[in-house]
């Protein structure tokens, strides 16, 4: 068998850049390389297109390099030894000329050894625009850490002054452009929400603009959907304008069980009817039991199917339990990406040695056997090139390059039928192990 190493896992300045692109209408700059630059503006170019051309002469402005995101400082040794405030400088005078709601300044690890003083140069050159600097964004810490610790200092700074709760409104905390299908996810949610009669007020993180960022504190409740990056943020909202905030007990709501959860959690709290987002995704279920009880009939699949999955301790607990228990799926391998698994993954652990599974844990999914593989697109050409023939369903980046022109969830009944429809459209190519 071939060996492969594992997916470099982004870190914390990956987390922080994305959290503050995140941002309809802020202007994010990278001081440091352009080593530094190209992966962060590419991913969040694809993920929220701002331009319509890949025409490198649409960005032939110093900084920009050819494309459109994250503009840089392009250091270089002599920065190094004699700082970058001169060019940092003419950056910030260059974003102040446009329309941008925030402009944040985030350092690279070698240029927070500099020195610089990147207050000072905010203060002189951005003028009247909300703007702050993160000078250390954590050097090895995990992309939650990163991504946690930019949205709350981007909160801190736009978030001015208390509001009046409005009732039946609801924050979602812990979206990143960094997750595969973000923006489709939120408007299931918002889809289930509003037929209970509850609106989402923003979605820290996930293309709101800085002024309905500025209106968090005006909802009633925090809903923690991914605990690794939210929690914090919860905890600060809470310290801050003394929100309160719901951690769903079924993790994110991913297949039905835990979609159902999700409503009926954030029903009870407002005492709300959930009556119209349940009997929508039991119509999701009742279109799965026809589908699949003709598959299992001719294929005895998905029941017995070997699985992996590669994600957060969240995802991974409400994926397992749904392949598991709905499906009667096993699982092979289960790696999780970030380090605050917390309750998740204690409650994973669990269930896997109920299972008899426990194993799966500590074995790695791009060097183990499998029929069905939920994770980045690297990891699944991993498994395939160790000559695995097994199918993979992309929950994470980095890509394989597939272009998803249709909206696609994995949230909710609609998520649900999408994630059956990968499964038995995949297992029905897959050699039995």
Known sequence: MKHFTENILP?????AIFALEGIRDACVILNGPT?????????????????????????????YFGQPRVPCTYLDGQDYVY?????????????????????????SPGAALIGDDLNLALKRSVGEVPCFCIENSGYSGSLGEGYQNAVIQALGKLVAEPRAQRPK????????????YYDHNIAELKR???????????TPGALDEAATLAKIPEAALN??????????????????????????????????SASEAFVKEICDYFQADPT??????ERARARSYLFLSRYASLLGLPKGALFSVKAEASVAWALTQWLTDYLGMIPAAIQLTEDQGGAFKARL???????????????????????????????????????CGCCGMEIALPSLGYLDVVEKTIFGGRGALFILENIMNGLRYVPEL
């Open 169 to 180: 409104t609801v924050n979602l905390l812990g979206f990143c452009i960094q997750q595969k």
């Open 223 to 256: 809903v923690v959907v991914y605990p690794e990056y939210g929690d914090k943020i919860a905890r600060y909202l809470k310290e801050a304008w003394d929100m309160d905030s719901l951690a769903l007990t079924q993790g994110p709501p991913v297949g039905f």
């Open 83 to 107: 700082g970058s405030a001169e060019k940092l400088t003419r950056l910030l005078t260059n974003a102040a000329k446009r329309d941008y709601g925030l402009i944040a300044v985030v350092n």
């Open 11 to 15: 870190d914390s300045l990956t987390g």
């Open 192 to 202: 289930l929400l509003g037929l209970c009669g509850i609106e989402v007020i923003s």
């Open 276 to 281: 119209p987002a349940l009997e929508d995704i």
């Open 349 to 387: 652990e669990g269930l896997l040695e109920a299972m008899g599974c426990g194993a799966a844990l500590k074995r790695p999914v791009n060097a183990t056997p499998t029929q069905m593989v939920f994770a980045d697109g690297s990891t699944i050409a991993q498994l395939k090139a160790n000559d």
């Open 35 to 63: 080593g530094c630059k190209f992966y962060h503006s590419a991913i969040s170019d694809e993920q929220f297109v701002r331009s319509l051309s890949f025409d490198p002469l649409s960005f032939p402005e110093e900084f």
